[in-house]
């Protein structure tokens, strides 16, 4: 196994277009993304060449540093991650270079591994927790798929059509305010302050500025009614998958049910457009009932698992602090 010394951008950019695996995720694209917006972090990505010729890329920015010490994440906003390849890599070579990359220097590493390749285990150098997303497989036609959605979904979906709604691809910087505008609004519905809870305004405007150069990767798809935006989803695309990164809707219009509007019709688009997955994403530690809404859009379930490494000295440590904690508490409860 060779490690690349210096990385050039093309060869990540050919390695994910040639992975069946990857997601927008794993290209530079959304790396610059996260650079840009955030300044306190650093792109870390490593490649190496296997012994078969193989290219592999594992996508990685470095959160915090010290001196040589750094804490790495795949990727940013714990999106799907992971290690891309042109070519087959076994599971024990795979894990191999997990266990290279987490050197003496990296205090730790935290991934979410992609719903379309293979299942990885990493035990026990790293700890898993269990996640699922839930995806559309893009395998029939539009009309089957429709047909086959639960009744109060099809009729969400005609009420508003006749209602007026229409969902259509927005370009323009404004179209981006508007739809950050009702993302705030639905903030204040979860009962959160926007000034204090979810995403900042800059990464809306760096996603708009590299629509401009790459508007078949990034697209925001809004739900109008009367002229307005009253919803949203922003999606991203990269091979044969189709992502859902980020949704909301007005409070006022929730009774129109544009996210189902929405969602259909983008299943329909990217069925003409040829791609094989629809995926809403995984909700994490979200609401229930985003959960369940998911279930009932025609989704199939894909486990995921968050893999976190920590560096055995710190782990160690760590635990010798709670265990001489809870000691503590211990002796003190039995003095009282």
């Known amino acids: 196994m060779y490690k690349l010394r210096h990385l050039d951008t093309q060869t990540w950019w050919d390695v994910a277009q040639q992975c069946a695996d990857a997601t927008f995720f794993h290209t530079p694209l959304w790396a610059e993304i996260a650079l840009r917006t955030h300044p306190h972090l650093t792109d870390a990505t490593q490649g190496f060449i296997l012994p078969s010729g193989v290219r592999a890329i594992f996508p990685l920015l470095a959160t915090r540093r010290l001196g ?4 790495l994440m795949s990727t940013f906003e714990y999106c799907y991650g992971g290690i891309i390849s042109d070519g087959p890599i076994s599971a024990y070579d795979l894990k191999r270079l997990y266990q290279h990359i987490c050197g003496w220097n ?14 990885h285990d990493l035990t026990p150098s790293f700890l898993g927790q269990a996640y699922e997303t839930h995806i559309v497989r893009l395998d029939t036609d539009f009309d089957t798929f429709f047909t086959h959605l639960p009744k109060d979904r099809r009729n969400a979906y005609r009420k508003g059509s006749r209602e007026g709604v229409r969902v259509e691809v927005a370009t323009s910087y404004e179209a981006y305010q508007d739809y950050y505008r009702v993302y705030q609004d639905t903030i204040r519905r979860w009962g959160e302050d926007p000034a204090h809870y979810g995403y900042r305004w800059e990464i809306f405007d760096t996603i708009w500025s590299l629509a401009q150069e790459y508007p078949n990767l990034i697209k925001l798809w809004v739900a109008y009614l009367d002229g307005k935006i009253i919803a949203g989803n922003l999606m991203f695309y990269w091979n044969r998958h189709s992502v859902a990164w980020h949704g909301c809707a007005y409070t006022e219009y929730l009774r129109y049910k544009p996210y ?8 329909r688009d990217a069925m003409n457009q040829g791609y094989a997955y629809y995926d809403l994403n995984p909700t994490g530690d979200l609401r229930s ?5 998911k279930a009932q859009l025609g989704t199939q379930v894909y486990p995921v698992t968050s893999w976190q490494y920590q560096h055995p ?9 709670q265990y001489l ?6 002796q003190e409860a039995h003095h009282e």
């Open 289 to 293: 009932s985003i959960t369940t809404y």
């Open 260 to 267: 189902v509007m929405l969602d259909i019709e983008l299943v």
């Open 325 to 330: 904690r809870q000691r503590s508490v211990a």
């Open 106 to 119: 990296v205090t730790g590493l935290r991934f979410l591994e992609s719903p379309l390749g293979m299942r």
């Open 313 to 321: 000295l710190l782990l160690r440590g760590r635990q010798l602090y």
């Open 68 to 71: 040589p010490l750094q804490s």
